[in-house]
């Protein structure tokens, strides 16, 4: 997933970075809240993980600025123990969550996965078109009799598909999905992870859709209706 961190703190969100980025995470950190509206602005990020005191415009009111305009993507308001009206005002504003300092890495991560599942539409946690599955939390994937455990790369590029089944994303959509800024992507990154990631599962698992990009196809069965688009 792409993830806008927004944290002053120096040490925090070093160490959120780092976490996140380990967890197969792309993530742009800023430092403050106009910092972050100029963000999202460029980036079309798939969650937001917002510290409430920021130097300036605090997190309540990045939040409120952002639904204002329009954004739709999962807040997590990250926010001290003592803080139960701004966590309840940052809900009432629009956040989808919150997680009170300190808390645990593994938390924050299937907190995440909660709110994708959640924002592209389905309750299970295990994405799946019925051939191709991917499971967030152990980051295994299977096709037909096969299963393996993606790298972290690897997995973040078969999440930005499954969530998205049906859908042709090009090599620009994907490197947009699984990238941060200051991370050096090479020119052939996601061909090659599409290549290694059939080497692993089968060919068949992601199709390729000359001069346009991949997908994976939608389950025979599955229906558009009452699906929501994430993308
Ligand atoms: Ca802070």
Request: charged share 30%.
């Given at each position: 997933?792409?993830?806008?961190?927004?944290?002053?703190?120096?040490?925090?969100?070093?160490?959120?970075?780092?976490?996140?980025?380990?967890?197969a995470?792309a993530?742009?950190?800023?430092?403050?809240?106009?910092?972050?509206?100029?963000?999202?602005?460029?980036?079309?990020?798939?969650?937001?993980?917002?510290?409430?005191?920021?130097?300036?415009?605090?997190?309540?009111?990045?939040?409120?600025?952002?639904?204002?305009?329009?954004?739709?993507?999962?807040?997590?308001?990250?926010?001290?123990?003592?803080?139960?009206?701004?966590?309840?005002?940052?809900?009432?504003?629009?956040?989808?969550?919150?997680?009170?300092?300190?808390?645990?890495?593994?938390?924050?991560?299937?907190?995440?996965?909660?709110?994708?599942?959640?924002?592209?539409?389905?309750?299970?946690?295990?994405?799946?078109?019925?051939?191709?599955?991917l499971?967030?939390?152990?980051?295994?994937a299977?096709?037909?009799?096969?299963?393996?455990?993606l790298s972290a790369r690897e997995y973040a590029l078969m999440y930005a598909l499954l969530?998205?089944?049906?859908?042709?994303l090009?090599r620009?959509d994907l490197e947009?999905l699984i990238y941060?800024?200051?991370?050096?992507?090479?020119?052939?990154a996601v061909e090659y992870l599409i290549h290694s990631i059939?080497?692993?599962?089968?060919?068949?698992?992601i199709?390729?859709?000359?001069?346009?990009?991949w997908?994976i196809?939608?389950?025979?069965?599955?229906?558009?209706?009452?699906?929501?688009?994430?993308?």
């Open positions: 997933m792409r993830i806008l961190l927004v944290e002053d703190d120096q040490m925090l969100g070093a160490a959120l970075r780092e976490a996140l980025r380990d967890a995470h993530v742009d950190w800023v430092h403050s809240g106009e910092a972050a509206l100029l963000a999202m602005r460029s980036t079309p990020y798939e969650a937001m993980l917002l510290d409430l005191g920021l130097p300036g415009r605090d997190g309540l009111g990045v939040l409120q600025s952002a639904r204002r305009a329009g954004y739709q993507l999962p807040v997590i308001i990250v926010t001290a123990r003592d803080g139960v009206d701004d966590r309840i005002r940052g809900l009432d504003l629009g956040a989808d969550d919150y997680l009170i300092k300190p808390f645990a890495t593994e938390e924050l991560l299937a907190r995440l996965r909660a709110v994708a599942r959640r924002k592209a539409g389905h309750a299970q946690a295990v994405l799946s078109t019925g051939t191709v599955r499971d967030p939390a152990t980051r295994e299977s096709f037909g009799d096969t299963t393996v455990r969530l998205r089944p049906g859908a042709v090009s620009d947009n941060g800024w200051n991370e050096e992507v090479e020119s052939n059939r080497r692993k599962l089968g060919a068949a698992a199709k390729n859709v000359r001069g346009v990009g997908v196809d939608r389950a025979p069965q599955e229906t558009p209706r009452g699906r929501a688009d994430p993308a």
